[in-house]
C-alpha cells in the first residue's frame, strides 16, 4: 500500500515531466445525472490517457534498478504501450509492443510515433500478453505487465491530485481494465484516509473482474468483445484482484450502448472527446443516477484515444461493434 509520503514523492517526480490534469465541475454534466459531478481529465495527458504516468515512474524505477537492460517488452490495446513507448525510448531504451489484430488503427500509429515497435498477435490482448511474455525471455527483455507496484505507484497520481483538489467526494466511478487505475485510486483515497466509495465499471461484455470479485477467486471469460476496448480483457490480474476485491465499494457492469450514450454526453455537454473505457465511469453514473441523485460524484475520464471512425458513428446516434 501507498503512505502520503509515496503520492507526495511520485506526483512530484509526475509533474516534472507532465502538468497535472484539471478535475472541472461542468454542469451540464450536473443537469443529466443529477449529481454534482466531477471530472477528472486524464484526456489531458501528454498521450491521452492515465497510463503514462506509471510508463514514467515504472521507468525510472527500470532504469535505477537494471541498469543493463536493452529494453522493454510489453501488451496492451494502446493507452499503455503508448505511454511504455514514450518513457522507454525517452530512457534510451527499446520498445517492443505486442497488440492483437485488428487493434485501434490510431492507437497503433501513435505508439509508432512515441517509438514503438509494434507487433500484431493473437485474436484478443490476453493472447497478445502471452505472446509478449514469451518473446521477452527470448530476446532477453524486460517484461512490463499489466500490473506492477511501480506502475500502480505513477497511477496513483491522477488519484491523488482529484483527492485533494476535492477531499470530499461521496463516490467515484473507475472503469477497470486489468485493474491498475481502481487500484491506485483505492491506494490514495486509504493514504489520505478519505471515507470516498470507489465504484468500478466494466464492460458487460468483458465481465471478469466482475465475475471475479463476486466469486471471491479469479474467474476467466470466453471473450472480452466490446469496442471500450481499455475495458477488453479476459483474464483478471490476481495482484489487482486483490487490492479491489477489498477495496471497491462494488462493481457495475455498463452496456456497449450506454458506453456510446456516455461519449455523446461528454462531446455534448463538455466538448470533451472519451474514448469507450473513458466513458465507461460516467456510463455507470448515469446508471445507478437515482442512487446518487444530490451527491458529491468523481468520474474518471481515463482517455480520450477513440479511433476517428468510432467517433463519427457514436456522434451519429451508433453504437461501434467489434
Not at 8 to 32: G, K, N
Not at 40 to 51: D, I, L
Amino acid at each position: 500500500m501507498l503512505t502520503r509520503s509515496d503520492l507526495e514523492t511520485a506526483a512530484d517526480f509526475v509533474h516534472a515531466r507532465m502538468a497535472p490534469t484539471p478535475q472541472h465541475h461542468w454542469p451540464l454534466l450536473s443537469a443529466a445525472t443529477e449529481a454534482e459531478v466531477w471530472v477528472k481529465h486524464e484526456n489531458h495527458t501528454p498521450t491521452g490517457a492515465f497510463k503514462v504516468r506509471g510508463a514514467l515512474t515504472f521507468m525510472d524505477w527500470l532504469v535505477r534498478t537494471h541498469p543493463d537492460v536493452p529494453g522493454i517488452c510489453t501488451a496492451t490495446r494502446g493507452n499503455h504501450g503508448q505511454g511504455q513507448a514514450w518513457a522507454a525510448t525517452g530512457a534510451g531504451l527499446r520498445a517492443l509492443v505486442y497488440v492483437p489484430r485488428g487493434n485501434s488503427v490510431e492507437k497503433n500509429a501513435a505508439m509508432r510515433a512515441f517509438g514503438a515497435e509494434l507487433v500484431e498477435h493473437g485474436d484478443d490482448f490476453d493472447t497478445a500478453r502471452l505472446e509478449a511474455y514469451r518473446v521477452a525471455r527470448e530476446q532477453g527483455l524486460f517484461i512490463v505487465p499489466p500490473y506492477h507496484p511501480e506502475l500502480v505507484r505513477g497511477v496513483a497520481t491522477y488519484a491523488y491530485e482529484l483527492f485533494t483538489a476535492q477531499p470530499d467526494l461521496d463516490t467515484v466511478y473507475v472503469p477497470i481494465g486489468c485493474g491498475s487505475g481502481i487500484c491506485g485510486t483505492i491506494m490514495a483515497r486509504d493514504a489520505l484516509g478519505l471515507k470516498t466509495k470507489v465504484v468500478g465499471v466494466v464492460s458487460d461484455r468483458a465481465q471478469t473482474a466482475k465475475l471475479s470479485v463476486e466469486a471471491g477467486r479469479l474467474v476467466e471469460t470466453n471473450s472480452a468483445n466490446t469496442f471500450a476496448d481499455g475495458m477488453a480483457v479476459r483474464v483478471p490480474v490476481q495482484e489487482a484482484f486483490d487490492i479491489y476485491s477489498k477495496g471497491a465499494e462494488r462493481i457495475v457492469a455498463v452496456s456497449d450502448d450506454a458506453v456510446a450514450d456516455a461519449i455523446r454526453l461528454y462531446f455534448t455537454a463538455t466538448h470533451n472527446v472519451a474514448e469507450g473505457a473513458g466513458a465507461a465511469p460516467l456510463a455507470g453514473l448515469m446508471q445507478e443516477r437515482e442512487a446518487m441523485r444530490g451527491k458529491r460524484v468523481g468520474v474518471i475520464l481515463c482517455g480520450g484515444n477513440i479511433d476517428t471512425g468510432w467517433m463519427r458513428q457514436v456522434l451519429a446516434g451508433e453504437t461501434p461493434h467489434v
